[in-house]
C-alpha cells in the first residue's frame, strides 16, 4: 500500500522558505499603507515601497516627474516619519523609477495579432508604390488597400 505525501498547501507555506518571503511581502504592504498617509494626496498614487533595508526606504514610481517631486519632499517626508510610530527607524530614501508597461491593443479579440496603426504617410507610401509597379494586378492591389484600408488621416 502507497502512502501518500500531500499537505495541505497553509502547511506548506508556513514549513517552507517561502513563508518568509510572504512574510515579507505582507510588511512592506503594510508599511507602504502607512507611508502614503505622509505623502501629499496627488503624489501617494504614484509611490510604491519596494523594499526597506537598514534604515533606507525604496520607493518606485512610474515616472520621472513623480521621482523628482518626491526626491524635493524628502526632508519633509523624513521629518514626518520621524514623527510616526513604525516610521522612525526610516533615515533615507532612494527613488527608482519603473514605467508601467502598456499591452498593444488586439484587434478583433485575437490573441497575438496587433491592430495596426494606419497613417497617411503609410496610404501615400502605397499609393506611389502602386504607380511606380509595372505589374497591373499588384499595382491595382496596393491602390485598393490604400484605398479600403482605413487609413488614419
Known amino acids: 500500500m502507497q502512502t501518500s505525501n500531500t499537505r495541505p498547501i497553509k502547511q506548506l507555506l508556513t514549513e517552507s522558505k517561502l513563508n518568509n518571503l510572504i512574510s515579507r511581502a505582507e510588511k512592506l504592504q503594510r508599511l507602504d499603507l502607512r507611508f502614503k498617509l505622509l505623502l501629499p494626496p496627488i503624489l ?19 515616472h520621472s516627474a513623480w521621482a523628482t517631486r518626491l526626491k524635493f519632499l524628502t ?43 494606419k497613417s497617411r504617410t503609410a496610404k501615400e507610401a502605397l499609393t506611389n508604390a502602386a504607380q511606380d509597379i509595372s505589374d497591373p494586378e499588384l499595382s491595382a492591389a496596393l491602390k485598393n488597400l490604400a484605398v479600403s484600408a482605413g487609413f488614419d488621416n
Do not use: D, F, W
Open 44 to 62: 501617494a498614487p504614484q509611490v510604491t515601497v519596494a523594499n526597506y533595508s537598514v534604515g533606507k526606504l525604496v520607493l518606485q514610481v512610474t
Open 75 to 117: 526632508p519633509e517626508i523624513l521629518a514626518r516619519c520621524q514623527q510616526e510610530v513604525g516610521l522612525r527607524s526610516i533615515s533615507a530614501l532612494e527613488v527608482i523609477i519603473r514605467p508601467t508597461v502598456h499591452k498593444p491593443k488586439m484587434s478583433g479579440g485575437l490573441k497575438g495579432k496587433r491592430e495596426a496603426r
